[in-house]
């Protein structure tokens, strides 16, 4: 039976995302990414399976990431309007 990852699997995918944000998706070889999340090449492997499939999910914890924080700064707020005017510049 395999081992449990040792990794929290969010975190991990969030440090892939943030590679491939800076460097995209072609200059983010295997080693990079090894290095960024700090795994060996067997947990990215038999946890991602492959780059493209490591891409798909970092994206879909970018949706997912934006999608909470959409609900929580908009959506679960009384005033939705609130929270644009605090978040724009102060007018001139």
């Known amino acids: 039976m ?3 990852p040792q990794f929290d699997r969010n975190e991990a995918l969030n440090k892939a995302l ?14 990079k990414l090894l290095d960024t999340m700090d795994l060996n090449r067997g947990s990215l492997y038999s946890t991602f399976r ?3 499939s490591l891409f798909e999910l970092a994206m879909a914890q970018y949706v997912q ?3 909470e ?4 700064t908009l959506v679960k707020i009384p005033d939705p309007l609130d929270c644009l005017l ?6 001139r």
């Open 2 to 4: 395999p081992r449990p």
């Open 18 to 31: 943030d590679l491939f944000w800076s460097d995209g998706y072609e200059a983010s070889s295997i080693s």
């Open 50 to 52: 492959d780059k493209r």
């Open 65 to 67: 990431n934006l999608s």
């Open 69 to 72: 924080l959409t609900d929580r």
């Open 86 to 91: 605090y978040t724009s510049p102060s007018p």
